[in-house]
């Protein structure tokens, strides 16, 4: 299943709509009105460690200063103004003007300021490894560059495509889309071969993807070990540990995998008791599974579901944040 959320300005005040959204993007930006009125309208959809928004945007302001040192955002955010322009900052730099057509990347370890007065926007939160798959050594001065016509024409239009058929993707799919995203972005920015070490890396992003795989059909297994995985996808367990060597090592990553599961099945609104649900995601008992989950997520798994129940409008805003914190905590 591919997880998603939308938000809309239309049916709402549109002094209680900015709030809605100021609300929605809290854990990320600081939002603030921009020039004229406010709209917005925004999809999206999780592709594992792609989140891909298409997103309508007139009179806002989102900036990110202080925060960088603080709230441990370690994405990137490649951007495309598929209409319209946005007016960018990035750190002491004076304003520039990215149109229609061109890709900006930004890196949430920076400072940056973006004002959107009457745009549509596809934007792409990327893991930083899948980053650095992309760009090599040049990752570092990334921050703030914008990719333009001609060469950022291929990456426009798969960037638009993708967006457009997210919501009916087949989950199958998206490993091998993600790689391709990644693939397509290096070669927007690479004006030669990409390195090998970027060519390295996208090999481990393939190796990644068959781990999430096979974990992905294996979750309710509780003998599920380094061992067993390494010898599922075929890896030796030195590769193994080096390939989850920044996620704290394999078994964390596992048990990581199992409380991503267990917080979409909540946010689903999946009723089956908790005794059950630890045993469909692997865990040793109810109470190993919220002892976890409180550690990941602040509140235990039935308090996380009892969130939901407020009225209609109300859930529907708090599931938007709360799936959107969730996917975050994944991507970074």
Not at 154 to 164: E, N, R, T
Not at 274 to 279: I, K, N, V
Request: aromatic share 6%; charged share 20%.
């Amino acid at each position: 299943m591919i997880e998603q959320f939308r938000f809309s300005s239309d049916d709402l005040p549109e002094e209680e709509a900015f709030d809605r959204y100021r609300e929605l993007y809290a854990s990320g930006a600081d939002v603030t009105r921009g020039t004229g009125p406010f709209r917005a309208q925004v999809s999206a959809t999780r592709l594992d460690r792609i989140i891909l928004f298409h997103r309508q945007l007139s009179g806002v302001v989102h900036a990110r200063q202080a925060r960088v040192h603080a709230d441990g955002f370690d994405h990137f955010v490649v951007t495309l103004v598929v209409s319209g322009s946005q007016i960018i900052h990035m750190g002491d730099t004076g304003p520039v003007v990215a149109y229609a057509g061109d890709v900006i990347l930004t890196d949430m370890q920076k400072p940056s300021h973006t004002e959107i007065r009457d745009a549509v926007l596809v934007t792409a939160s990327v893991a930083r490894d899948l980053m650095e798959a992309a760009l090599g050594s040049q990752l570092a001065t990334a921050h703030g560059h914008i990719v333009t016509s001609p060469r950022s024409d291929v990456l426009a239009d798969f960037m638009a495509s993708l967006a457009h058929r997210a919501p009916t993707l087949d989950p199958a799919a998206v490993p091998g889309l993600c790689r391709a995203f990644i693939q397509i972005l290096g070669a927007a920015w690479h004006s030669a071969r990409p390195s090998p070490r970027s060519q390295a890396l996208q090999q481990e992003l393939a190796q990644r993807d068959a781990v999430d795989r096979y974990l992905a059909l294996h979750l309710s297994d509780r003998s599920l070990s380094a061992e067993s995985l390494a010898a599922a996808v075929g890896l030796s367990r030195s590769a193994l540990y080096r390939l989850f060597e920044r996620q704290g090592g394999v078994s964390r990553y596992i048990q990581a995998v199992r409380l991503d599961a267990l917080r979409a099945a909540l946010d689903d609104g999946v009723a089956l008791p908790l005794s059950t649900l630890a045993t469909a995601h692997g865990f040793a008992t109810e109470s190993h599974m919220s002892r976890a989950f409180s550690a990941t997520y602040g509140t235990s798994p039935g308090a996380y579901r009892m969130a939901a129940l407020a009225g209609a409008e109300g859930r529907r805003i708090e599931l938007a944040r709360r799936r959107w914190n969730g996917w975050m905590m994944k991507l970074d």
